[in-house]
């Protein structure tokens, strides 16, 4: 799987790591392979991402992470060849605020927001309890198999 950073903020080699090995996951879960596909990640500041979730969704507030999709739905992607699902915005100020909150290290916490994404990008949600429920179980399944559970 590849992973798509901007220069400018681009993270550590182990926040680097474990969003690689948690992105592999999310993919085979999918039922995709790993080597066909690409995700662009980008690292704001509060600000920008405030003006972003204003933009594409008429919030005027700091959010953590944003996800934006290249396919609506997973019936929608090509059979073969590369596959960019999609780009995953988060906000670096944010992150560290909420895992300073949480008591979780800031690698927990980052590599957590891509997760969130990730499975945005392959089409959960949490709009119901239920599908709140089934991602949230997604999400900590793979923080787990990375090292990186809440315990």
Do not use: W
């Not at 992105?23 to 920008?48: M, N, W, Y």
């Not at 994404?117 to 309890?129: E, P, Q, W």
Request: charged share 25%; proline share 5%; net charge negative.
């Amino acid at each position: 799987m590849e992973l798509l950073f901007s220069e400018e903020r681009r993270p550590g080699p182990s926040i680097i790591n474990h969003m690689e090995q948690a992105g592999k996951i999310c993919v085979r879960e999918a039922g995709l392979d790993p080597g066909q596909v690409s995700v662009s990640i980008t690292f704001v500041s509060s600000e920008e991402i405030r003006e972003l979730n204003l933009l594409y969704r008429k919030i005027d507030a700091v959010t953590d992470v944003l996800s934006f999709p290249q396919y609506a739905q997973l019936a929608d992607l090509p059979s073969s060849g590369p596959l960019c699902l999609g780009d995953v915005v988060i906000c670096t100020e944010q992150a560290l605020l909420q895992a300073d909150d949480y008591g979780h290290s800031p690698e927990r916490e980052l590599t957590y927001l891509f997760v969130h994404s990730m499975l945005h990008l392959l089409g959960h949600d949490h709009m119901t309890d239920d599908s709140r429920s089934t991602m949230r179980r997604a999400e900590e399944a793979i923080m787990e198999q990375v090292g990186l559970s809440r315990d």
